[in-house]
């Protein structure tokens, strides 16, 4: 990174021993349109996202208008208090099938009853300069008049090394996305919508090493709908890097415009 820079500001200023040359903005250009390019290039907060998982719901598979309690692994309810979690085909009656984006399929998700649960170990160690990302669609049950508000995407860190979920006290609560929110997307009636929730763990390495769990709430009365619930990870560039290049880049700007002013004057 440190290079890349050293060479462009080379260029400039090899540009800039040939001054007579410069008299016009289409020269800054090039070096402009390369600094960019390198700025997004390597400043890329995406450069290295990745998958960590996605679940549909889609299996195993249950007959239309029935459920079942069973979980596809790693899942597991929460047993902090009064849980119970439920596998579904989709209901004609609560949403149309097959399912409309943003779920898909033709099953679901469903928590009901307060404070339901489950969670799963996401596999992924927490370390620096991540982003972790949780998403999912979110439904409104079309058979009652309630939002469904009462869906939460939370994130954990496995502080007591179980390599399961006990909450507070034992692990530790990173946050939330949540129905009731006023950033929250609450879809219409029989609809879906895309809600998540990211944490960028910065230079923070207080919960470095411990491993990250995903943790689906309900915490209120009736039920909460769930589909497509996913988990990305991303790496943040070194903060070192970003500030060089716009640094430079500034530099670079402020330095063109004086000497072109001072060229007008001349
Ligand atoms: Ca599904
Ligand atoms: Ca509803
Ligand atoms: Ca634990």
Same mark, same amino acid.
């Given at each position: 990174m440190i290079l890349i820079f050293v060479i462009l500001a080379r260029a400039d200023r090899?540009?800039? $021993?040939?001054?007579?040359?410069?008299?016009?903005?289409?020269?800054?250009?090039?070096?402009? !349109?390369?600094?960019?390019?390198?700025?997004? &290039?390597?400043?890329?907060?995406? &450069?290295?996202?990745?998958?960590?998982?996605?679940?549909?719901?889609?299996?195993?598979?249950?007959?239309?208008?029935?459920?079942?309690?069973?979980?596809? &692994?790693?899942?597991?309810?929460?047993?902090?208090?009064?849980?119970?979690?439920?596998?579904?085909?989709?209901?004609?009656?609560?949403?149309?099938?097959?399912?409309?984006?943003?779920?898909?399929?033709?099953?679901?998700?469903?928590?009901? !009853?307060?404070?339901?649960?489950?969670?799963?170990?996401?596999?992924?160690?927490?370390?620096?300069?991540?982003?972790?990302?949780?998403?999912?669609?979110?439904?409104?049950d079309a058979t009652l008049g309630a939002a469904n508000e009462f869906w939460s995407l939370?994130?954990?860190?496995?502080?007591?090394?179980?390599?399961?979920?006990?909450?507070?006290?034992?692990?530790?609560?990173?946050?939330?996305?949540?129905?009731?929110?006023?950033?929250?997307?609450?879809?219409?009636?029989?609809?879906?919508?895309?809600?998540?929730?990211?944490?960028?763990? !910065?230079?923070?390495?207080?919960?470095?090493?411990?491993?990250?769990?995903?943790?689906?709430?309900?915490?209120?009365?009736? $039920?909460?709908?769930?589909?497509?619930?996913?988990? $990305?990870?991303?790496?943040?560039?070194?903060?070192?890097?970003?500030?060089?290049?716009?640094?430079?880049?500034?530099?670079?700007?402020?330095?063109?415009?004086?000497?072109?002013?001072?060229?007008?004057?001349?």
């Amino acid at each position: 990174m440190i290079l890349i820079f050293v060479i462009l500001a080379r260029a400039d200023r090899h540009e800039n $021993s040939a001054t007579a040359v410069v008299r016009n903005g289409q020269k800054c250009l090039p070096v402009l !349109g390369i600094l960019l390019v390198s700025f997004f &290039a390597f400043g890329s907060r995406d &450069a290295e996202a990745g998958i960590v998982f996605t679940e549909t719901w889609e299996s195993p598979v249950v007959a239309a208008n029935s459920t079942t309690t069973l979980l596809p &692994a790693p899942w597991g309810e929460f047993t902090g208090g009064a849980m119970s979690s439920i596998l579904h085909a989709a209901d004609a009656n609560r949403f149309a099938q097959p399912l409309p984006s943003p779920a898909g399929g033709n099953q679901v998700l469903e928590l009901a !009853g307060t404070n339901t649960g489950i969670f799963r170990m996401s596999g992924e160690a927490l370390q620096i300069n991540s982003i972790f990302t949780l998403s999912a669609a979110i439904g409104n049950d079309a058979t009652l008049g309630a939002a469904n508000e009462f869906w939460s995407l939370q994130l954990w860190a496995d502080t007591n090394g179980s390599s399961s979920f006990e909450g507070s006290g034992s692990d530790t609560f990173i946050g939330q996305q949540f129905g009731s929110s006023s950033t929250a997307v609450t879809a219409a009636e029989g609809q879906w919508a895309l809600n998540s929730f990211s944490f960028e763990t !910065g230079g923070d390495d207080s919960l470095s090493g411990q491993e990250l769990i995903v943790f689906l709430n309900n915490f209120d009365t009736g $039920s909460s709908y769930y589909d497509n619930v996913s988990l $990305s990870v991303s790496t943040v560039p070194e903060p070192s890097s970003v500030c060089i290049l716009s640094v430079g880049l500034l530099a670079l700007i402020v330095g063109r415009r004086r000497r072109e002013a001072h060229l007008d004057v001349c």
